[in-house]
């Protein structure tokens, strides 16, 4: 007798890098893992910012939607069904079980994107977001919010890509206190400074790291700190369950950096990053972004690529992890694997 | 009302270095940890190799144990109960719910500890072991009578100590492979070419390694590689399935290597370790252990203390974890992670 496979069905808001490459993924690399697990995954529909709404109940064809956002076009030629009038709207109709919130952030607020959180677990669906937004700013309200709902909020990919960061704190130190935390966490920078050891000017480092996709929207978030803060904001929420406002972090960019700089702190065995740290002493959460010359033997220290985050726990020591070279494959990974611990779930929802 | 904890009683084979420490922090620092699991722990027998055996099925107290060892007396006066004969009859008749293995061992072969595991998980105890030996000999093996017998096998700190190496690929990253993996996995070379670097003879700088307890019983285990290749065999077994037996790794140590080497490396940008290394293709897995020159921007070029692994997934690329300062306090903690695993278990075994 042949069973089929349960269904999941996923919606997407926001569709850029990362979210073509997962829905590319889902229809490709990504099937084998999604089969060990017993299941497949219908993506039922897309909201983009610029190329409209699409829906579809039976699922959208992955290669179809590709074509049309690669030639610049609608995806409304693919939607079936009553009108879809806006992004919010999409959120409360979409008939998916899981959303993947992945716009654009207003780094200042965390919106749109906790707004979209909580609608959608407001009406009892699964959410992965790889948005530090909502972590940053809401986490503790969204976790309740998700507990008294029965549902999953999940957001592995919100910092330092698919580098499992808050699953490594949450499943793999029981019984530890993390004390501090340092990390380079913004790529831009990283591979800005990096790239000024090699003789580059900063400007057109810059556009290296536009061009791979890694740099911010705006990518002053990422120069003057912005980016960092609330990263810090979203680790400090998540490993303390407390909020700090990324406009109480005490922030310095990279824009004073010369070459000289980077050159004298290499003579001395030196690298210069933009480093985030935080450190908690009983309720008091204090979080700082600021440039620091790293020793070359130190798990910051890596190459322009690479990102790292350093835990101090009081039980187990000083444990690094290190992400090399993260791309956007990386945080569609981290989507997938939120997607799977969802399928994990007993109460996983399911396409009846 | 009151309710008392639910009681989980341990046992120890083996009583060097960590199991002092273990024992020790069981009634310290990792009590909390322990209470907000809702439970405790009773440590109800403790076998040594050179202090004897002592056996309490009411609990034995640990400061008593350390006072004893501490001055080169026997276990024996804290004894209660019929004699126990030997290190075998102690795992067959001791009443505890897990065994914690921790003897030193006999790299050829894996033994004792692979024979220990295997008795005390044939009378459906728990068995937590620190030790890689039972990993890289007979994992497949044990992992199937620990299933059979519905209890479970558990070793985070086999390899690296207390940085949890296995239980992130098997818990953080779900739908991926490993398609290799590279590591500074030995802390004694680590820390002897490291020191090297800053002047020192090899010889002093394993003095240095001894006395700080990270070198193993016979510190040429450590020089020529052979704990290297039963780390890779361990973790090549955790990850794959598949066993290699340490005769069959191509191993080269440190033993050739000078201190004009180590300069002339450092001269490069370069660090001289020994790395272990290990591949699959298919169902073969090549596992090798030599000295490598190692780019100062790569996560295994840390300090002599540090230990890391570098691993290649398919759909999440490069991760590495990096343990910075080892000591027996992480190995102690890799216990009681596991120990918090087993209770978070819903068939914990619990003292009636």
């Known amino acids: 007798m042949h069973h ?25 690399a990504y099937q084998r893992a999604l089969r060990e697990e017993g299941a497949q995954v219908r993506v039922t529909g897309i909201a983009t910012r610029s190329h409209g709404i699409a829906v579809d109940p039976q699922g959208l064809d992955s290669r179809s939607v590709l074509r049309l956002i690669r030639s610049g076009r609608s995806l409304g030629a693919l939607h079936r069904g009553p009108v879809v009038k806006s992004t919010k709207h999409f959120i409360k109709t979409v008939p998916a079980d899981v959303l993947v919130e992945l716009t654009p ?9 906790t707004t979209h959180v909580r609608l959608a677990l407001a009406r009892r669906m ?46 793999c130190l029981p019984g530890t206190k993390i004390l501090s935390f340092r990390g380079t966490l913004n790529g831009t920078t990283s591979l800005i400074l990096s790239r000024m050891e090699d003789g580059l000017r900063a400007a057109d480092a810059l556009r290296e790291a536009q061009a791979l996709g890694i740099a911010e929207a705006d990518p002053r978030h990422d120069l003057d700190g ?16 407390i909020r700090v406002l ?75 992890i290190v992400e090399r070279e993260g791309t956007v494959d990386q945080t569609a990974y981290a989507v997938l694997s939120d997607l799977l611990a969802i399928l994990r779930r007993p109460d996983r929802g399911e396409a009846r």
Chains 1, 2 share one sequence.
């Open 226 to 241: 912005w980016d960092g803060a609330i990263k810090g904001c979203a680790l400090a929420h998540a490993f303390w369950g």
């Open 105 to 113: 952030l207003d780094p200042k607020r965390g919106e749109p994107a």
């Open 126 to 171: 699964h959410v992965i977001s790889a948005n530090k937004g909502p972590v940053a700013f809401a986490l503790a309200r969204l976790r309740a919010l998700a507990r008294r709902k029965g549902r999953a909020f999940l957001y592995e990919g919100a910092v330092m890509d698919g580098a499992p960061i808050f699953n490594l704190v949450e499943r």
């Open 4 to 28: 089929r496979s349960p269904t999941i069905r996923i919606a997407l808001v926001g569709f850029g890098n990362v979210g073509k490459t997962l829905v590319e993924r889902l229809g490709g």
């Open 246 to 320: 990324p406009t109480r972090v005490r922030r310095k960019g990279i824009g004073g950096i010369t070459a000289r700089d980077v050159r004298r702190a290499l003579r001395h065995g030196e690298r210069l990053r933009l480093v985030v740290r935080g450190e908690r002493r009983g309720q008091q959460v204090r979080i700082t972004v600021a440039p620091e010359a790293i020793s070359l033997d130190d798990p910051l220290a890596g190459r322009g690529g690479d990102s790292a985050l350093l835990l101090e726990t009081d039980l187990a020591g000083e444990i690094a």
